[in-house]
């Protein structure tokens, strides 16, 4: 969830940490983190101005309705199901207001789901919920254009609404993401857009992730793992690398816990088949610095201490998005 989540998907709300570490939810697409009437059960949110998909074309509420919609849908079977329950029912029996989805015209009622014009998006819950703004930080609770909808395909063909836009993407092998132009970072108070492009490749062991970031040379300078450990045998080895002599990095205060890249499974937890190496090219863009005058598309090399460290681990947006009925509501155990 993490890529999708923070390089090309924006949801209606976010999590924004400070420079202090300090985690709050922010509006995303929305303004801000909506308001409530009728005791929390009625929800209200405003799109910003200048919104964008990556053709360009304006994001509107109408997107959003649709993004919701798809997921009453019998294929969308994955994700935190709290906006779908809220609306319609409990269990699966939320299914039965929109059997099909948006796909043959119908949509829910105006008095479950609402969007009065293009900019407001209005959540008729059938209970109270304070932890609303939670709920709409979801991966899911975003927006998705119509008419680039695939249905089951639509995970292997999204279409962005944040930084970067998917270039290319090989099942089980490789995706490469490059920058979204469309993007207006005024409205998006969680993101950046510093590296022209992302490339992942998929399934690599942790003892060729290990030798290829220790080596350090070519484009693996800018390397990193997002799932693997240092390879056992290999730890003592980086241990003594001269350029692995400063504090381990803890966590990235940029991000939430929940979105946190790590370098192996949490304990007890299979990792995921996800991917396993990235590298960034940063080709100079003087006309992208940042304040320090370095500019963003050209940053030196991470120190080997940020790209290779022994597993510790993290807990994973899985972990935080308990689904209802399992104990907690969304905006806990973050």
Known sequence: MLISQLLYNRSLTGYKVDE?????????????????????????????DGLKWQDGSPITSQDVRWGIERLYASFETDGPQYIQQWLSGDGTS???????????????PSSVLDTPDDKTIVFH????????????????????????????????????????????????KSLTLVRNTNWNPKTDPIRHQYPDKFEISFGHQATDSTRRLLADQGPDKYGMSYTNAVAPEMVQKVLNDSRHQEPPLRRDPALPRRHQLQHGPPQGRQGPQGPRLRRAQRPDHPADRRG???????????????????????????????????????????
């Open 20 to 48: 202090n570490g300090k985690v709050k939810v922010v509006g995303d697409l929305a303004t801000d983190t909506g308001t409530s009437a009728d005791g929390g059960k009625t929800w209200k949110f405003t799109l910003k």
């Open 94 to 108: 939320y299914r039965k207001a929109l059997p099909d989805g948006p796909y043959d015209g119908k949509h829910l």
């Open 125 to 172: 819950f059938l209970k109270p919920h304070a932890d609303a703004p939670f709920a709409t930080a979801m991966p899911n609770i975003g927006a998705v254009k119509a008419d680039k909808d695939g249905k089951q395909k639509y995970d292997n063909e999204p279409f962005s609404s944040g930084p970067y836009q998917v270039a290319d993407y090989k099942t089980g």
């Open 292 to 334: 320090d005058g370095r500019a963003a598309g050209h940053q030196p090399p991470l120190p080997l201490h940020r790209r290779l460290q022994a597993h510790r681990p993290v807990r994973q947006e899985g972990q935080a998005e308990r689904r209802p009925g399992q104990g907690q509501g969304p905006a806990e155990g973050g």
